[in-house]
């Protein structure tokens, strides 16, 4: 039995030997050769040793053949690797799985297995040269090498010298990318991974095939001995998004310091004969010490702590922007010859799209929004304006570009830009402010005050300097130095304030306090004052996720109330400005100081005042009406008493005031000048004079207690909503008319509260001021005659359009009384007491208990 299958070992050993030979010829030196035929192994041994032989030769054979055709596909030039990755294995899908997730094995310990791998596939890029898409079809020579040439040996130990690096990479676009969706494009954005975690995620364009990212962002690198992965996935929404391609970016092929641009071919594991398109994009890795690698973990450990609800590191600064209005542009719309704009907004990796103004070539679109600065990104201000299309693509208006580092910090800008590659300018105000560094311009912890830098300001605003330059009248200065009571808005009981103060279009802000009720804020500003009649609104929200805000307080104080150096408590309001707002008597500590010109101010006043570009008008509220028809109500009752009072004179209810009052009228008839008008305004002036150094001012300017606050009735519930649906047409038109008569109405009544305020001493500079304007008007009209001012004011009406084509139609009179504040500003700027009377809070709880 053992002689009759003696020769099948022979047999079986000799094809063995055939089939290796073979292999080893075909492979040519392939990293894994068969091993040599055993020709005294066992019997049962012999059919595993074949099998063995030919699954080697048949993979070793696959293995070339696939790195062959990849190299063919590859640049001459790139940094790419073509080899698959750990997790490039099977079909690509979105990776829907946590984006900061760590990986099994050591980066470094996984690199070393596939290194010789990662350097076949790779190569040095060329600096400073774009790579064109025509090299991806010629196979490199440098790629057939086995061994890594000396320069990379080199590179690698210098690589090995650092501790830390920094990668700044610029996605600028990708071409020839695949389509994905049934109308023949895509929407793709790019995943920058480094062993399976997420390091950047692009933005998505959409439906183009050659997109532009035009994106600048810098990731920390520890092991530069790791490739970066690049994912290009087709968004589909509500679906799971689509591959389209990945790349490897081999960092230890880059010089260091250096700016490469390169270009990457996109490759499918799974379709290896698709071409799937390129990524453009200019890298650069930067070496940093073991200093900067500690400052950067301390910095990253301290955001952990301090707020962990960012992902991203904490930003250097705020960049508030209004959005105020575009002229001249191009119209889009051929039947309407017009165009339906919108902004957008980008600054880093943040971004902003405005409403749409429909059917408008001078848009107005009054937005405020913030974006924020952070220190490892570049500080250009991209706008882009584009007309809105409902059934095609959007058009392109025209773009401009701001670069923030050329701007003054803690200063609203006035910024006119023409628009690049179309037609048009877009107006905005642009503020950066709200730094969390210290040792800054605004922190009040390093200030030091001069005395000579006062003294300098004090004789720019003297009262005799009537040529500066400076457009505003006055200079005014703001110490934040915290606050206390704050209600909780976060679900720990805690809360994240910030301050923001406004003075006209003027708004600077404080840093954020995380985690804390009694915030320190401790900042200096210093505004410019165009207007000494106007109010500072000082605000205080609490900061939720992705930048949101929470109103948490807001206090309004004019200037002329400021008095100098006082540094005081300050309680906080609600929304409405009538009551105390919600916390434990929240009060904020503030120091200031206004310095201004006299004589500038008063011919500031009787010019046209500045509009604020953020006031938003009140939309059409029950209760809104009803105050303004009260508050007409009482300025007409006024009137009617004055008129009764008349009335029993012509009545002879009271003969001996109808004698006298007869007596008076026939002396004025007879002997009346028109000088005697102002005299008769004056007289009124001194009787409030009187009341008003005799009382200590108005009623309304008077600090109060809570219990002595008007009680707010609650908005109305809101209309169902298929009342709404069913009315909204019939209800639109008559709210445009309500509307419009309840801001009628309250403008009556505020001119009227104005006038009532500027005679009995309300502000007491204004009213001073009426009384100069009048005794000089007093003077004018007894020296001239009526007829000749009469001439001179028709002659100075119908030549002004000849002579001053620019001038501002006014009335003076009107201009000034916009400066007097009405009552419901007297109820804004009213302080309350910081802390409530114990006797009268015990009185209450007896009341209550019994």
Known sequence: MSKKHSPQPKRSEALSGRLSKSASELSCAAPVQASPPRARSAHHHTPLSVVHRTHHFFSNLKNRWQRSKSRERCPAGTALSVAPGPDSSGTEYADHS?????????????LR??????????????????????????????LLQLEPDEGQRLREQQLRQFAFFQLRIHLKRGQNLVAMDKNGTSDPYVKFKVGGRLLHKSRIVYRDLNPVWDECFTVPIEDPFQPVQLKVFDYDWGLQDDFMGSCYLDLTALELGRSQDLVLCLRDPNKLNQDMGEIVLNVTLYPKSQEDKEQYLLKNTRLSDVNKRLKAQIWSSVVTIVLVEAKNLPPMDLDTRSSDPYCKFRLGNEKYKSKVVWKSLHPSWLEQFDLHLYDDQEQILEVTVWDKDKQTKDDFLGRCTIDLSKLEREKTHNIWKDLEDGNGQIFLLLTISGTTQSETITDLASYRENPRDIQNIEKRYAWFRLNEQSSGVGWLCVKVYGAKGLAAADLGGKSDPFCVLELGNARLQTHTEYKTLTPNWMKIFTFTVKDISSILEITVYDEDHDHKVEFLGKLAIPLLNIRNGEKRWFALKDKKMRARAKGNYPQILLEMSVIWNPLKAAIRVVNPKEP?????????????????VMRLKAIIMWFIEVGKILQDCFEWESKILSFIGLLAWLAFCYYYEMWMLPFLMLVFFARNWLIY?????????????DDDLLAEEDDEEEVDKEEKKSLKERLQAIQEVTQTVQNAIGYVASLGEAVKNLMNFTVPYLS???????????????????????????????????????????????????RVPDDETLLDVRELKPHAPSERRDARKKHKAS
């Open 693 to 705: 150094r005799l009382t200590g001012g108005n009623p309304l300017l008077l600090p109060v207690d």
């Open 98 to 110: 946590s984006e900061h997730s760590t990986p099994a094995n050591s980066p470094r310990h996984r």
């Open 612 to 628: 604020k570009y953020m006031h938003q008008e009140a939309k059409f509220k029950r209760q809104l009406f009803i105050r303004n």
């Open 113 to 142: 297995k596939d290194q010789s791998l990662t350097r076949q596939a790779s190569i040095d890029p060329v600096p400073s040269t774009s790579i064109t898409p025509s090299h991806c079809g010629r196979p490199p020579v440098e």
């Open 768 to 818: 001073y001021l009426a009384i100069i304007m009048l005794f000089g008007a007093m003077t004018v009209l007894y020296m001239i005659p009526l007829r000749y001012l009469l001439m001179a004011w028709g002659v100075n009406k119908f030549t002004r359009k000849i002579l001053r084509p620019h001038t501002i139609p006014n009335n003076e009179v009107l201009d000034l009384l916009s």
